[in-house]
């Protein structure tokens, strides 16, 4: 299942989370946003119950955007234990996210 992440559900959905998180910032407007919305969604079934997989739309939520220093998108972050772990920005393979989620259990 992929997530929705707001401001609103943030704290209780990432950062008290009880597995390893992770946010995709995007926006509706960006190409390789759209790109790796297919693959997001991919990981997310393919890691189900093990990470959290889900989305933080920037222009929806952009202070949390801010708070996270999220300056090229899509970026995304690997939270543990409620702090960011990882960063990476711009589109990848399935294959690569699906590397650095298996890190992020590791």
């Keep these: 299942m992929e997530y929705k992440f707001t401001a609103n559900n943030f704290d209780a ?3 008290q989370a009880s597995t390893p998180v992770l946010v995709d910032f995007y926006a509706d407007w960006c190409n390789p ?3 790796m919305g297919p693959v997001v969604a991919k990981m ?13 739309n920037i ?7 801010r708070n996270y220093q999220v ?9 543990k ?3 960011p772990a990882a960063n990476y920005v711009g589109s990848m393979s399935a294959a690569e996210l699906r590397q650095k989620l298996e890190d992020a259990l590791a």
């Excluded at 189900?48 to 989305?55: A, D, H, M, P, T």
């Excluded at 300056?71 to 939270?79: D, H, R, T, W």
């Design 81 to 83: 234990n409620g702090k």
């Design 13 to 15: 959905e990432v950062l």
């Design 59 to 65: 222009d929806d939520n952009m202070e949390l955007a």
């Design 33 to 35: 946003c759209r790109m």
């Design 71 to 79: 300056s090229s998108i899509p970026a995304f972050v690997i939270f």
């Design 44 to 56: 997310a079934a393919e890691f189900e119950g093990r990470i959290k997989v889900g989305k933080c």
